[in-house]
C-alpha cells in the first residue's frame, strides 16, 4: 500500500462532507496504474456527483474520491498494462469497455457500460489512513470514478482513463495546464466537432458559457463557423467569449422586454440558428434553444438537467419543422485521437485553453468550487505538488 492525499467525499458538499484527508491506496491490479497525481481539473459534474444524498440512486454512495480531470506520472503498473509504463506523463479522461457493439462501432463516449465503468463502484481503491498499521486502514474509500478519481495526489487508474502524454507535452506546466482536456474541454470542442460536425455554413449557439460552453466556442471558431453566438449572464464569461471567436453574444440577465428565443433570432438571420448546444441543463434555457433552431436545426443536450426534468414539445410541430434533438456526452470523442488533435489546435494557437484556467493549491478546492458556481473562474487546476 502507498500513501497519499486525496479529497474524500463522506457526505454531499451541501452537507460540507467534503474533507482532504490522508488515505492509503492499494496496489495496481490487472489492467490499472498507479498515478501519482499533479494537477486535476475541477468540473461540474463532480459537484453534481457529490451533491446527490447517499443511497438516493446506485450512483450515490460514499465515502468516495471523484475528480474526473486528472494529469499525472504513472508509478506502477498492473499485469496487462500497454499504454504506458512507470515513468511516463498521462492525461486521463473517461472510461470505456472497448468491446461493446457500441464501442465497436466507434462511439466509445455512449458505451453500453459508462454508467457502471465512471460512476459505479465502489471499486475499493483507497482507505482512510496515513499509514498501514493505523485502524483506518481497513476502512474503504471508493475510487474508480470515470476509472481515475483524481481527486487525489495518487490514484488507482484504469487503463482504458489513460491517454499517453509522453510524446505530446514537452514539460511539467504543459501537463499541469492540460489536464482538464480530458473532460470539460473535449466535451465543448468535441460536441461541435464530433457529435453537431459544424461548418462554415452553420450559425451556431452556445447556451452557458463555462468551461464547456467556452471550449464549445473554441471549438466552432477551429471549424471556421460563420456566426457563433454565445449566451450567459455573468459578464466576464461573455467578454471571454468574444475573445475566443463568438461574433455575438446575448447577457440573459439584460433582455428587457424580448423572450431569449426572439434575441436569438434576431441574430440569427430571423430564422434562428442551424445547431444549439445547451452547456447548463437549465430547463428555462433548454427550451430556448430546442425553440430557437430552424427548420431541419439541431439541438444538442450536453450540460446535466435536472434528474427529473422532461422536455415536452409539440411533436406535430416538430416532426413539420423537420428538427433534431439528441444528446452527446464527453464531445463524442475517442479521448486517445482528439486529446492530441486539441494539443495540436493550442500549439497553432487556435485553441488557447491557458485563457480559460486557473492555478491554485488542491488544498483550496473549496475555493475553487465555490469560484467555479460564481463564474470568476472557469476552470479552476487543482495543483497536488
Ligand atoms: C458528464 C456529464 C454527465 C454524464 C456523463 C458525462 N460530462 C462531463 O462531466
Ligand atoms: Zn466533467
Redo the contacts with the bound molecule.
Keep these: 500500500m502507498s500513501f497519499g492525499r486525496a479529497i474524500v467525499c463522506h457526505d454531499t458538499h451541501a452537507n460540507s462532507g467534503w474533507k482532504m484527508e490522508q488515505v492509503g491506496v492499494r496496489k495496481p491490479g490487472e489492467g490499472e496504474l498507479l498515478v501519482e497525481m499533479i494537477a486535476t481539473g475541477v468540473?461540474?459534474?463532480d459537484a453534481?456527483i457529490g451533491d446527490i444524498p447517499g443511497g438516493a440512486a446506485p450512483i450515490a454512495f460514499y465515502p468516495r474520491v471523484l475528480g474526473?480531470e486528472g494529469s499525472g506520472y504513472v508509478k506502477e503498473v498492473g499485469k496487462g498494462v500497454t499504454v504506458a509504463q512507470p515513468g511516463d506523463p498521462v492525461l486521463l479522461s473517461?472510461a470505456f469497455c472497448n468491446s461493446c457493439a457500441v464501442c465497436n462501432a466507434g462511439h466509445v463516449s455512449n458505451c453500453n457500460d459508462?454508467n457502471s465503468l465512471?460512476f459505479g463502484g465502489p471499486y475499493k481503491d483507497f482507505t482512510l489512513a496515513a499509514k498501514s498499521d493505523s485502524p483506518e486502514a481497513e476502512k474503504v474509500v471508493g475510487g474508480g470514478f470515470f476509472g481515475q478519481s483524481s481527486f487525489a495526489s495518487l490514484s488507482i487508474v484504469r487503463q482504458c482513463s489513460v491517454v499517453n502524454a509522453k510524446n505530446l507535452v514537452k514539460n511539467k506546466h504543459e501537463l499541469e495546464l492540460f489536464a482538464p482536456l480530458g473532460?470539460?474541454i473535449q466535451?465543448g470542442s468535441g460536441t461541435v466537432i464530433n457529435a453537431a460536425k459544424a461548418g462554415p455554413s452553420d450559425i451556431l449557439l452556445i447556451l452557458g458559457l463555462g468551461g464547456?460552453g467556452l471550449s464549445a466556442i473554441m471549438g466552432a471558431k477551429v471549424q471556421g463557423c460563420r456566426m457563433i453566438i454565445g449566451v450567459d449572464r455573468v459578464e466576464s464569461r461573455l467578454n471571454m467569449a468574444k475573445e475566443l471567436g463568438a461574433t455575438h453574444t446575448i447577457d440573459g440577465s439584460k433582455l428587457g422586454d424580448k423572450t431569449l428565443v426572439d434575441a436569438i433570432k434576431e441574430i440569427a438571420e430571423g430564422l434562428g440558428p442551424h445547431i444549439a448546444i445547451d452547456t447548463t441543463g437549465a430547463p428555462p434555457l433548454i427550451n430556448a434553444g430546442v425553440a430557437s433552431i430552424r427548420n431541419k436545426g439541431r439541438y444538442i443536450q450536453v450540460g446535466?438537467a435536472p434528474f427529473d426534468f422532461k422536455l415536452e414539445f409539440n411533436m406535430f410541430e416538430f416532426m413539420v419543422a423537420g428538427k433534431t434533438v439528441s444528446g452527446a456526452?464527453?464531445g463524442e470523442a475517442y479521448p486517445p485521437e482528439f486529446v492530441p488533435k486539441m494539443i495540436g489546435w493550442y500549439r497553432e494557437g487556435k485553441f488557447p485553453v491557458d485563457k480559460l484556467v486557473k492555478f491554485m493549491p488542491a488544498s483550496e478546492f473549496e475555493q475553487a468550487l465555490k469560484e467555479m458556481h460564481d463564474g470568476t473562474t472557469i476552470k479552476p487546476i487543482l495543483r497536488w505538488t
Aim: charged share 5%.
Design positions: 468540473c461540474h459534474t453534481l474526473h473517461f459508462f465512471n473532460c470539460g466535451t464547456v446535466s456526452i464527453e
